[in-house]
């Protein structure tokens, strides 16, 4: 398996356009989750996914963030209208969950965000 | 609700030294502990996974422990190299309540080894 594939690996966009990004989690993962990295904050769940269903998305941080998962390999990450201050990397992960815990979960490159 | 916490936020020591990073989370609900390693502008690479039930792993020069009872991991680095030069990051697989198979990450730990 090629690992989680995220694309693009960078994104510029002007402030107010719509950006989707988008995550291939490794076959057979029935976790996936959506990070979001900066600086200051470092890294934060913003949604997480069991089975395509989302599980906990207490970490949106408003309502111009969507997520959707349509399939178990694939998944967007949509921000409309995009601004300034959502510049970050985001990453998605994934990993293999069960009764008795979980595998390692698996990081793709991420998404390098710059809205200007 | 979990939190992460690791200590030192930064290290940094000369070449050939032993270190000891630390993380300890306040919810001892886990299903297991990750340590990662971030290089700047790169992704996270998995060094370690414990599960609850275990006590330690080892790879290498690197070598895990967990204590799930007191909340606490270390993950110890022998031998530091230049090449071990990274951000270290833990992280917990939620088993509990509403955080259910969230993974939640510490801070960080910024590592330096000098020649």
């Known amino acids: 398996d090629a690992g989680v594939i995220q694309s693009p690996r960078h994104e510029v966009t002007e402030m107010g356009q719509e950006v989707t990004l988008r995550c291939k989690p490794i076959?057979?993962?029935?976790?996936l989750f959506w990070y979001r990295q900066t600086m200051m904050r470092g890294l934060e769940l913003l949604i997480y996914?069991?089975?395509?269903?989302?599980?906990?998305d207490s970490g949106m941080p408003e309502d111009r963030f969507s997520a959707k998962m349509p399939n178990a390999s694939f998944s967007t990450l949509k921000i409309q209208p995009s601004e300034p201050r959502d510049s970050a990397v985001y990453f998605c992960?994934?990993?293999?969950?069960?009764?008795?815990?979980?595998?390692?979960?698996?990081f793709g490159q991420g998404t390098r965000l710059t809205v200007v | 609700k979990q939190e992460v916490t690791q200590i030192p936020a930064a290290l940094s020591v000369p070449e050939g030294e032993n270190l000891v990073l630390n993380c300890s989370f306040t919810?001892?609900?886990?299903?297991?502990l990750q340590w990662f390693r971030q290089d700047p502008g790169k992704g996270l690479t998995s060094l370690l996974l414990?599960?609850?039930?275990?006590r330690e792993q080892t790879s290498g020069r690197l070598n895990a422990s967990l204590d799930k009872s007191s909340g606490r991991s270390t993950l110890y680095i022998a031998a530091s190299q230049p090449g071990d030069s990274a951000t270290y990051l833990c992280?917990?697989?939620?088993?509990?309540?509403?955080?259910?198979?969230?993974?939640?990450f510490g801070q960080g730990t910024i590592l330096t080894v000098h020649p």
């Open positions: 919810d001892s609900a886990i299903y297991n």
């Open positions: 996914f069991n089975n395509n269903v989302p599980i906990d």
């Open positions: 992960a994934s990993s293999l969950g069960g009764r008795f815990g979980a595998t390692e979960a698996f």
């Open positions: 414990i599960q609850s039930s275990q």
């Open positions: 992280a917990v697989l939620n088993a509990g309540g509403t955080s259910y198979g969230k993974l939640t």
């Open positions: 076959s057979g993962h029935d976790y």
